[in-house]
T-cell receptor
Framework: AQRVTQPEKLLSVFKGAPVELKCNYS??????LFWYVQYSRQRLQLLLR??SRESIKGFTADLNKGETSFHLKKPFAQEEDSAMYYC????????????FGDGTTLTVKP | ETGVTQSPTHLIKTRGQQVTLRCSSQ?????VSWYQQALGQGPQFIFQ???????GRGNFPPRFSGLQFPNYSSELNVNALELDDSALYLC???????????FGPGTRLTVT
């Protein structure tokens, strides 16, 4: 069975500090990896997907097939980055059949 | 452009009853995926509908069933409710199978 592991349930950093949210996935087939974010009282929304190779809101994530990781990084955290972050793996042909991790709550302190 | 909507927002049912949850996909989207999210966990894939046909199912029993209509809205039906079915049910729509998913706000189901 596919598995996505986010080892940290809670992560707290100060404003301006670098932040890295970890994600590891079980390897099989042609995975596509995603990061979703849920801000307080808002719905779950896509932050970025690895095939797009975009930087969204200053966040980047690199797919490391050797380590089966897809860590989310931002060099300078902002208070508005405080949210729940979910890593998910789907397929490059089907983003909807996704396996999600259990999420990491990021708190950025002033 | 109208986003994904779900109804009802909250629902309380008794064990053994049946429930129907509804999802209206974003305008132009032809794919709907349903997820169950238990407290403190990530969403878990239930099934997906593409152009009115089921296109894959996760590890859920047959008492979880669904439909997709010609306008691409969708229903999730759960029969013989169990206490463990208490969760937030999310639907997400996309344009095609590989398209980015847009989530609805969810329906909170409580089974007593």
């Amino acid at each position: 069975a596919q598995r996505v592991t986010q080892p940290e349930k809670l992560l707290s950093v100060f404003k301006g500090a670098p932040v890295e949210l970890k994600c590891n996935y079980s390897y099989s087939g042609s995975p596509e990896l995603f990061w979703y974010v849920q801000y307080s009282r808002q719905r779950l929304q896509l932050l970025l997907r690895h095939i797009s190779r975009e930087s969204i809101k200053g966040f980047t994530a690199d797919l490391n097939k050797g380590e089966t990781s897809f860590h989310l990084k931002k060099p300078f955290a902002q208070e508005e980055d405080s949210a729940m972050y979910y890593c998910a793996r789907g397929y490059n042909t089907n983003a909807g059949k996704s396996t999600f991790g259990d999420g990491t709550t990021l708190t950025v302190k002033p | 452009e109208t986003g994904v909507t779900q109804s009802p927002t909250h629902l309380i049912k008794t064990r053994g009853q049946q429930v129907t949850l509804r999802c209206s996909s974003q305008s132009g989207h032809n794919t709907v995926s349903w997820y169950q999210q238990a407290l403190g966990q990530g969403p878990q894939f239930i099934f997906q509908y593409y152009r009115e046909e089921e296109n894959g199912r996760g590890n859920f029993p047959p008492r979880f069933s669904g439909l997709q209509f010609p306008n691409y809205s969708s229903e999730l039906n759960v029969n013989a409710l169990e206490l463990d079915d208490s969760a937030l049910y999310l639907c997400a729509s996309s344009l095609g199978l590989a398209g980015a998913q847009y989530f609805g706000p969810g329906t909170r189901l409580t089974v007593t």
